[in-house]
């Protein structure tokens, strides 16, 4: 019988990097020329190689069995084509691929616009990425860490309180923060730079109905475990910089607005540290322990463990037993961090919705005012309603993100393969 192209799959082309991670044996990560990158072992990049245009897969399996001593069944072949290189556009065979250009599984980008080429960020960042030699890097945070302890004990901080967050000038900080928001995704492309890798767009996106800035640092793969953790600290660092340059000021001025906007900008550097959801703490703590996927691979291994316990039989780790076992253990404790972090949360939500019931009046009163500010076309009255609005719905915004999030990861956990699509994406 004649085979046809639908019996020859050929993958199109695409470079093999070795990949630093706490794995057994071999791993790799595959550049494609349209941005995708894909993590593999080292049986399923042979697989791959032979994905040539030649063979049907039922001959590339026995090759591999017989020349290898590796051995694919049918079905975890075709899953492994159809999720990854079908649903990807990776195949010359224009009928298996897929159009609807798919966001990678578990990073919840679920739109993004480009605002900035990376050919144009590569050149603008060129001179500052020189902040990321050692020196630049201890003087800059040591300046910032003085600076506040200088601040507390001097009281800088002592006239913030409840009553002037609320009538603070609530326009200018918004802009003095979202810079640092800009500052951030420069910061992780110019540690890119600095590394030498190819910076791809940067622009705005969705994350959890959210908006948010991302950088497309896809090829940060390429680089060991130390310079991604650099990378991925990057955004965070040039947040530092920035607070930094603003305490320099305050402390000649004594500016409540700045007062408000380096807290905030303080504490949008420890949400983005939360291990939790795929900020860059999650991302750093996966390149610290060198585990891939770290949280999809955290819940599964714990879902196994508590089947083991309670049927008493000898559960398989699945794609966890790959981990090496010294790096195991981090695994189980951040499984458990993770379900205490959600129960806390839980309550912690209980406990917010009970105090907005109280609140109620003071929050109807609020958009109130807001409606009568857009009537009377009060930009100021109205941005000023909307911070005190959000200083009392933040808290269940946020909870509401952790809900929203879990159930994502839940329905999504079996649909995760060892073999999976990682294209970096930081916000």
């Not at 075709?78 to 556009?89: A, M, P, W």
């Not at 902040?131 to 913030?160: E, T």
Request: charged share 20%.
């Amino acid at each position: 019988m004649e085979l046809t192209e639908k019996d020859l799959l050929k993958i199109k082309d695409y470079e093999a990097h070795s990949l630093d991670v706490a794995e057994e044996g071999n791993n790799f990560v595959l550049s494609f020329a349209n941005g995708v990158y894909l993590k593999v072992s080292d049986s399923t990049l042979k697989f791959v190689s032979r994905l040539d245009g030649t063979k049907p897969i039922d001959d590339i399996i026995e090759e591999l069995k017989e020349e290898e001593g590796i051995y694919l069944r049918k079905e975890q072949v075709e899953s492994f084509i159809y999720e990854n290189l079908s649903k990807n556009c990776l195949l010359t065979n224009e009928e298996y691929n897929s159009k609807s250009g798919v966001i990678p599984d578990g990073s919840q980008l679920w739109f993004h616009f480009p605002l900035f080429r990376g050919e144009r960020i590569n050149v603008i960042l060129k001179p500052v990425s020189v902040l990321f030699k050692k020196v630049a890097v201890i003087s800059s945070i040591l300046l910032f860490i003085v600076l506040q302890i200088y601040f507390v004990i001097n009281g800088f901080y002592s006239d913030i309180n409840f009553s002037n967050v609320l009538h603070m000038n609530t326009a200018g900080t918004l802009v003095i923060v979202f810079v640092s928001f800009i500052l951030h995704e420069m910061g992780h492309a110019a540690a890119g730079v600095y590394y030498n890798i190819r910076i791809g767009n940067m622009g705005l996106g969705i994350y959890l109905f959210r908006p948010v800035f991302y950088t497309d640092l896809s090829e940060a793969w390429k680089l060991n475990r130390k310079k991604r953790m650099v990378t991925n600290f990057g955004g965070l660092y040039f947040q530092i910089v920035y607070a930094a340059i603003l305490s320099v000021i305050l402390l000649f001025t004594d500016a409540f607005i700045l007062k408000i906007s380096i807290i905030l900008i303080v504490v949008s550097v420890l949400m983005n540290l939360d291990p939790i959801l795929r900020l860059d703490g999650y991302w750093i703590l996966s390149d610290l322990f060198g585990v891939v996927n770290v949280n999809d691979r955290a819940f599964d291994m714990l879902v196994k463990v508590i089947q083991k316990i309670f049927t008493k039989k000898d559960i398989d780790l699945g794609y966890g037993a790959n981990i090496k076992k010294n790096v195991r253990m981090f695994v189980y404790i951040y499984s458990f961090i993770y379900v205490a972090s959600t129960l806390i949360a839980l309550f912690f939500g209980i406990f917010i919705v009970g105090k907005l019931l109280v609140n109620y009046p003071e929050i109807t009163g609020l958009l109130g005012q807001i409606k009568e500010c857009i009537g009377n076309k009060d930009i100021l009255g109205f941005l000023s309603r909307m911070n005190n609005l959000l200083v009392l719905l933040l808290p269940l915004i946020y909870f509401i993100i952790m809900i929203i999030y879990n159930i994502h990861r839940i329905k999504n956990r079996n649909r995760f393969r060892d073999t999976n699509k990682n294209k970096a994406i930081v916000s």
